[in-house]
């Protein structure tokens, strides 16, 4: 375990160094004038672009800059965002708590869901809810995102005016301002302060804002899962071991469930980080057409207004999440095939 | 381990079996296609063959004649895209009580219940891949104790609930006497419906783990007969850190676990080296003297089947052409195939080349018409091309299927 | 000369797979829109002649009103917001889609088969150091950092195109690298090392056909799935200037119309269903078609 962790460790400080060099790299082709428009603050300094490009060394060599960049991000300061006019370190656990709870919810219900399809698809090979199943997946898989968002948002918001945009309705914003002592932002989610304070109306005005950006991400994402598990179930379910299971005299149940929806799982752990991947850029879309500012929306508004210091940010945090997403995709790993062993 | 050794008068305790005996098993035109894209292969063309009960029957065969294809369908595990298309299988489940009729049941007339019921606890299989055949990520122990759960749980209960009526565990008060009744209800009828709820349930799930544990702990004695040393410790390892021989003996005690009549070895011993190879064929023939009634052993090796078998089936091609007691067929051999093979291998006083057979085995998507061996056969004459040959008696419980067999030197 | 199908075992091999991939009707259901669309942005002079022959991706507009006008004789699909002819976006539109598509996957592709093969054929320091560059590329999803190149090089279609190709081409190089590692110790490779063939010849006659399957189907699904990260950077606003043909623009135009008045909330249906129609029924076609061919390729499903 040791050393594992160590190598782990390792591999976390190269990615991120990796991708720092290659945004910082990225960054550097802009002119130093243009770089030096992310410092501007009042009409005055505009004026003098060489000057502010002297004061913050734009014109140094690549090493001095990120050098620089890096002792400033080392000392937390991750620079100024435009779009949300806050630093970007304190506007990152203002929009962070909102992306979490979106895939929070949507994370669990693409597990199941996927795992249950696949295996359900696999078992009935060719049957009619095989074939549904798959021209369900793989029309899930041609849809983008944005634009199933912004259908179910025209059928469900305008045309049934059932599930708001947003992330909660402008009474209960207003109501949670106006009873600070009574309503404590624990986590920044909606629905989860909302049952910590035991308010269920707020809680369920979160919740109602979630209906349609969980059932996207779902949609989206969960084509992947289940493509994956139905076909590693089918060749599980051809192997040698299933027969020695039905020569035992096993029924069905214990074949699939027992027998190969465990090994069919092992496969299935290695797209997770792809999944990961998926619901980030998914989050991006779901969170710019439902109205919710959340890390997603952040990115594309930093994008369109040229928030260099947010875009960096946000790739340097991508960075992280996906060692984590490793780490954990070993461990998951170990805990599901013995043959695999943490050193 | 060779061929003409069997010609020999080595009649060490083997019966030889003739017509009269009972049989275990008896297939009746079997017919078995796979649809696959190249064509329909007819694997097997209505395959006669009858196992007598208490021997050891050997089937031969090159690879590829349909020999796996024939197990795999008594056991009802043939696989996508293969049909049994035709035929009967009557297996007579019940040891032959006397002189009175054994009650016989066709096995492609059953439910796939019946199937499962039977599988396992009257007739087992032995795989030639322990590697394959293992289930990779379960220990071994449980594996093993599979067997036990599908068909030894009524009396298992039986077990566990007068155990709890003697006093011995730990468990006391009312979560023993909750177990008791558990045991009991499984024990009248281990699929019932109200097992199945309460398993779901957190504290009366420990009746299943007791189950479990009994499985575990009969498996563990069953390894240990099989003559694996620390069989305690071995039930809890994962298949890949085990010996290639121990994993052997897993698929061997899995197949044993409830004492089949009926003891499938497909290709058993095929891969091994030779001096495992001896130890699980010693192991085998044991067993059969003790442990089950009867074997029938898939080969291709003449060696095995010449050390092990009683009676023996040669097969070609989806067809069997021969079936004979051992010491006949190595004797004296009938069909041109049968003498074509047996020449094939090498002798102890061999000194010109080996003999091979001209020709290929043919295509099984278009098999040749009449009898399949007639354009390798140096017999092959008129009716050989057009008409199948039927089986015909040569002899006492020696069948062939040719017009021309070699003649007769017994 | 006339090719003879049975004798040469490649091309009946080939042969062998078009027919399986013909006889799978959601194959046929793909080539047929495939086709479509083809014909569509090949003859897009005809059906729609541009009114501004020197900018031809330029839609034509019939006012400046944000109000869509639904279709009528002069406007088939109607107008979107600012008065943008749909009918012509979308036809003009299909010659943008194949364009984003075939140059992004064209120059992943050609990149990511180069650098797999020769990575994994030779191994060693290049390997080794090439590898764990795309360990760090990987690390950031394909949309953040295509979005950050785009914002470093400037807004634009064409450099939405090139940011996703420096991308995308680190999923080729993976894969194909894995399957030339896996064909570079087989038997019959080692024999012709043995016959001494040289190692492009080794490549380019032994490997490349063999590892080249997963790339096809990868590269297939990519036409459709960059279509629809480059409309949606397009949405976004990182795209062409307001009025290029470009469907993920058209879908933005629509955006502020996707609820129309009370009385009668799907009014604008057309200014968003029909753009989005097709960039579906684009990526549609070629997942089809790329499904088809994995299992056409895949070895342990072809012979059933």
């Known amino acids: 375990m040791g050393p594992f962790i160590l190598r782990r460790l390792f591999f976390l400080i190269f990615v991120l160094f990796g991708v720092s060099v290659l945004i910082f790299g990225i960054l550097m082709s802009f002119s130093p004038e243009r770089r030096a428009a992310a410092y501007i603050t009042t009409p005055q300094q505009a004026k003098d672009l060489p000057r502010l490009v002297r004061t913050y060394g734009l014109d140094d060599p690549f090493y001095i800059q990120y050098g620089r960049w890096v002792g400033e991000v080392a000392a937390g300061n991750l620079g100024w965002s435009l779009v949300a006019a806050q630093p970007v370190w304190t506007a990152f656990w203002m929009y962070f708590p909102v992306t979490l709870e979106l895939n929070l919810y949507a994370a669990p219900l693409i597990i199941w869901f996927g795992i249950w399809l696949g295996t359900r698809s696999a078992i009935h090979r060719d049957d009619w809810f095989d074939h549904l199943s798959r021209v369900f997946a793989i029309i899930g898989w041609s849809l983008p995102t944005f634009l199933f968002a912004l259908v179910l948002l025209m059928v469900f918001y305008g045309y049934f005016r059932m599930f708001p945009p947003g992330i909660i309705g402008d009474e209960t914003a207003l109501y949670i301002m106006n009873h600070p002592e009574s309503f404590s932002r624990y986590t920044g989610m909606v629905t989860v302060d909302g049952i910590l304070n035991g308010n269920w109306r707020v809680a369920l005005d979160g919740l109602r804002h979630l209906v349609l950006p969980v059932t996207t991400q779902v949609i989206v994402v969960v084509a992947l899962l289940m493509r994956v598990m139905r076909s590693g179930m089918i060749e599980e379910l051809s192997k040698d071991y299933v027969i020695t299971a039905r020569a035992k005299g096993a029924d069905d149940r214990t074949v699939h469930l027992r027998h190969a929806r465990k090994n069919a799982l092992i496969p299935v752990v290695t797209v997770a980080g792809q999944l990961v991947a998926f619901s980030m850029e998914g989050s991006i879309a779901v969170e710019v057409v439902f109205n919710r500012q959340g890390m997603g929306w952040w990115l594309a508004e930093s994008a369109t207004q040229l928030d260099m210091p947010v875009l960096m940010g946000m790739c340097l945090f991508m960075g992280l999440v996906f060692v984590i997403t490793n780490l954990v995709i070993d461990i998951l790993y170990a805990a599901i095939d013995p043959r695999i062993r943490l050193v | ?410 | ?304």
């Open chain 3, 1 to 304: 000369m006339a090719v003879d199908w049975e004798k040469h075992p490649r091309l009946r091999e080939l042969r062998f797979t078009l027919i399986k991939i013909f006889r799978n009707p959601t194959a046929v259901l793909g080539g047929i829109l495939l086709l479509g669309f083809a014909a569509t942005a090949v003859l897009a002079p005809v059906i729609a002649p541009p009114r501004y022959p020197d900018s031809p991706y330029r839609m034509p507009r019939k006012g400046y009103s944000p109000i869509p006008k639904p279709p009528s004789e002069t406007n088939v699909f109607g107008t979107t917001s600012g008065q943008y002819d749909i009918f012509y976006g979308v036809v003009w539109g299909t010659r943008t889609a194949f364009k984003i598509g075939l140059f992004v996957v064209g120059f992943a592709a050609a990149v990511g088969i180069f650098l797999g093969t020769v990575a994994g054929f030779y191994g060693g320091l290049v390997d080794e150091l090439l590898m764990r560059f795309v360990d760090v590329v990987f690390a950031v999803p394909t949309l953040v950092l295509a979005m950050a190149i785009v914002v470093a090089f400037g807004r634009g279609l064409e450099n939405i195109m090139i940011a996703l190709a420096l991308v995308v081409w680190r999923n080729y190089v993976r894969v194909m690298r894995a399957g030339v590692l896996t064909l570079r110790d087989k038997d019959y490779v080692q024999a012709a090392r043995l016959m001494g063939v040289s190692d492009v010849k080794i490549m380019l006659r032994h490997i490349l056909p063999n590892a080249i399957y997963p790339v096809l189907v990868i590269a297939t699904m990519d036409m459709g799935s960059m279509v629809i990260t480059a409309s949606f950077m397009s949405f976004v606003g990182l795209g062409a200037p307001k009025g290029y043909a470009d469907w993920g623009q058209m879908v933005a135009l629509a955006r502020n119309y996707i609820v129309g008045p009370p009385e009668d909330p799907l009014r604008f249906w057309y200014t968003i269903v029909i753009p989005g129609g097709c960039i579906v029924l684009f990526v549609l076609a070629w997942n089809l078609i790329g499904d088809a061919l994995r299992d056409a390729f895949d070895p342990r499903q072809r012979r059933r």
């Open chain 2, 1 to 410: 381990m060779s061929a003409d050794m069997a010609g020999d008068d080595r009649r060490d305790g083997r019966r030889e079996t003739g017509a009269g005996a009972h049989p275990i098993l008896e297939a009746k035109d079997l017919v078995v296609n796979f649809y696959t894209y190249e064509g329909v292969v007819k694997a097997l063309n209505g395959v006669s063959l009858t196992i007598p009960h208490g021997i050891t029957f050997g089937l031969v065969g090159e690879s590829g004649c349909g020999k796996s294809v024939f197990v795999r369908s008594l056991m009802g595990l043939v696989q996508e895209p293969g049909r049994i298309d035709g035929g009967e299988l009557i297996f007579y489940p019940g040891p032959p009580s006397g002189d009175g009729p054994v009650q016989g049941v066709d096995l492609l007339r059953q439910p796939e219940s019946y199937l499962q019921r039977i599988r396992g606890d009257r007739i087992s299989m032995i795989f030639q891949e322990p590697n394959a055949a293992l289930n990779p990520i379960m220990t071994v122990g449980e594996q093993v104790a599979e067997s036990f759960l599908f068909h030894r749980v009524r009396e298992m209960s039986e077990k566990i609930a007068a155990d709890l009526g003697a006093g011995g565990g730990r468990t006391t008060g009312p979560v023993k006497a909750v177990l008791r009744v558990l045991c009991g209800i499984s024990a009248r009828n281990p699929h019932a419906r109200v097992l199945r709820v309460l398993n779901r349930v957190p504290v009366l799930k420990r009746w299943r783990r007791r189950l479990l544990r009994e499985a575990l702990s009969r498996s563990a004695e069953l390894l240990g007969r099989l003559g694996i040393s620390n069989p305690e410790e071995v039930i809890r390892r994962y298949p890949h850190n085990l010996s290639g021989g121990m994993k052997h003996r897993i698929v061997i005690a899995m197949a044993l676990a409830c004492k089949p009549v009926l003891l499938i070895a497909d290709e058993a011993t095929s891969n091994l080296d030779v001096t495992i190879q001896a130890q699980i064929l010693d192991l085998l023939k044991g067993l059969k003297e003790t442990e089950i009634s009867s074997v029938l052993l898939i080969t291709h090796d003449l060696g095995v089947v010449a050390e092990t078998c009683d009676r023996v089936g040669v097969m070609y091609a989806g067809n069997v052409c021969e079936i004979a007691n051992v010491g006949e067929l190595f004797r004296n051999p009938r069909h041109p195939y049968t003498q074509a093979l047996l020449n094939a291998v090498p002798k102890m006083a061999q000194t010109g080349p080996l003999e091979s057979i001209e020709g290929t085995v043919p295509n099984l998507v278009d098999p040749p018409p009449g009898c399949r061996f007639h354009p390798r056969c140096p017999n092959a004459g008129e009716p050989c091309r057009e008409v199948f040959p039927e089986m015909r008696e040569m002899g006492v419980g020696h069948r062939v299927a040719c017009y021309f067999p070699v003649e007769d030197i017994g």
